[in-house]
């Protein structure tokens, strides 16, 4: 008798206590790790930035160190939201979100100190969210080890370490994970992967400091009119064969006003002007203010008093622009 009540006992009755609190914290915890994954491999190439930036390519290059990071919160990321609790998960997990918070407070502590740049984007978000040093550390801090902490309740040791059909899914999960994060330069989803999109306030384009500086101080007249503007490698010798194109279009009465922002130094923006002769303006732009705006070079985008109607991934039809002011998106941003 015993033996059949057992059998016709629900199995949500036989869970360990605090299942379902475990298993919630670790479905919130699962969920924050694979937006971090998304925010990442939209734009690679800034992670690896990231990861140079912080000395962690001294063993491996900085791509293979992304990926390898990447390829770890993914995997994590769906083993938990599909409610794998095992310690093979959850030990990593811990030492991951370490990892972050170590990143995150050495970043705090440098920029407090003045030994380190603060830069417009801090820690495992990339490009999506705009947060200080601060308040990385703080906001990891809370998103991540409360849930990290309930999710070691009520585990249900009984099954097998590794449950055969989930544990393809996180494998399958995250080999489309890499495979997302290779192909997502070539997508056309800079609008999705940056901060520079239709309907962007230019004056809200800043990068956060004691001493914020927003994109409408360094180009003051984009607040009025229409602007054209190219976000550029002043070095880069594909861009110099556009100057001629460009010259005309800034050129144009008729047309918007031509402006080109780059991180290029003081000596480098002279030597551009000196040797192509420019008509149109070109503005020395702090790095931090504009890697935020871009995947590669150059981006150009389209201003209306002060506000973005227009995007494209590389430079836009320019005879058009010259004639119209406005033109169809024709290559993707």
């Avoid at 290059?61 to 409610?83: F, H, I, N, R």
């Avoid at 703080?138 to 070691?152: H, Y």
């Avoid at 279009?249 to 047309?255: K, V």
């Avoid at 040797?275 to 995947?295: D, H, I, K, M, S």
Wanted: glycine share 8%; aromatic share 8%.
């Amino acid at each position: 008798m015993d033996h059949a009540m057992n059998q016709d006992t629900p199995a949500t009755a036989r869970h360990p206590r605090f299942f379902w609190v475990g298993t919630v914290a670790g479905l919130v915890l699962g969920a924050v790790l694979l937006f971090a994954v998304w925010a990442k491999a939209l734009d690679p190439s800034a992670f690896a930035e990231q990861i140079r930036m912080e000395g962690l390519d001294f063993l491996l290059s900085a791509q293979a160190v992304a990926l390898v990071a990447l390829a770890l919160e993914a995997g994590l990321g769906l083993a938990l939201l599909l409610g794998v609790r095992r310690l093979w998960v959850l030990v990593p997990a811990v030492l991951l979100v370490a990892f972050f918070l170590f990143l995150t407070g050495r970043t705090w502590y440098l920029t407090a100190h003045g030994l380190r740049t603060e830069m417009a984007g801090c820690g495992c978000f990339g490009n999506l969210v705009q947060r200080s040093p601060a308040e990385a550390f703080w906001q990891d801090l809370l998103l991540l080890v409360p849930p990290l902490a309930l999710a070691f309740l009520g585990r249900d040791r009984r099954g097998r370490l590794f449950p055969p059909l989930r544990t393809a899914a996180v494998t399958l999960g995250t080999v489309g994970a890499l495979l997302f994060a290779w192909k997502a330069p070539e997508l056309p989803l800079d609008n999705l992967a940056t901060r520079l999109r239709p309907g962007t306030a230019v004056d809200q384009i800043c990068v956060q400091g004691e001493s914020p500086l927003c994109l409408d101080t360094v180009a003051g007249g984009l607040m009025k009119g229409e602007h054209l503007v190219v976000i550029a490698d002043l070095a880069d010798p594909s861009f110099r064969q556009s100057v001629a194109a460009l010259n005309d279009t800034a050129s144009d009465p008729s047309g918007p006003r031509v402006w080109v922002l780059s991180a290029a130094t003081p000596e480098q923006v002279f030597q551009f002007r000196w040797t192509q002769g420019p008509v149109f303006q070109v503005v020395e732009t702090p790095a931090e203010l504009l890697r935020p705006l871009y995947r590669r070079l150059p981006r150009a985008f389209r201003v209306k008093d002060g506000e973005v109607v227009e995007t494209w991934t590389g430079l836009p039809p320019l005879a058009r622009v010259a004639s119209s002011g406005s033109v169809p998106l024709k290559t993707p941003a």
